[in-house]
């Protein structure tokens, strides 16, 4: 299993039905695409969030699969179309057994 968290800093006066737009369409993603096991899209609750608001959680059943997933054109539209738009900054982790 390999594991892919992206925190995102949200531009400031983004609507919330514009986040959930982007969440939909990334969590739509899982059903398309092959080797991911898991996709959710969260509020960053955390205490110390450093301006990051949101959270992309995903596992994937190997690195090639996350390679895959991060090239595909699908996800390309999805973060073109409706996630940079509302992105200030983001912060990617990747790790897993693969590493």
Not at 17 to 44: C, F, K, W, Y
């Amino acid at each position: 299993m390999f594991h892919c968290t992206i925190l995102f800093s949200l531009k400031p006066g983004i609507s919330l039905d514009r986040v959930r737009a982007g969440r939909e369409s990334l969590q739509a993603l899982i059903e398309t695409m092959p080797g991911v096991h898991h996709l959710t899209v969260a509020h960053n609750v955390a205490p110390d969030r450093s301006g990051y608001n949101l959270a992309l959680f995903s596992a994937f059943e190997s690195r090639t699969a996350c390679d895959i997933f991060f090239r595909h054109p699908e996800y390309l539209r999805v973060w073109q179309e409706e996630l940079a738009p509302l992105i200030e900054r983001h912060l990617v982790v990747m790790g897993g057994a693969e590493v």
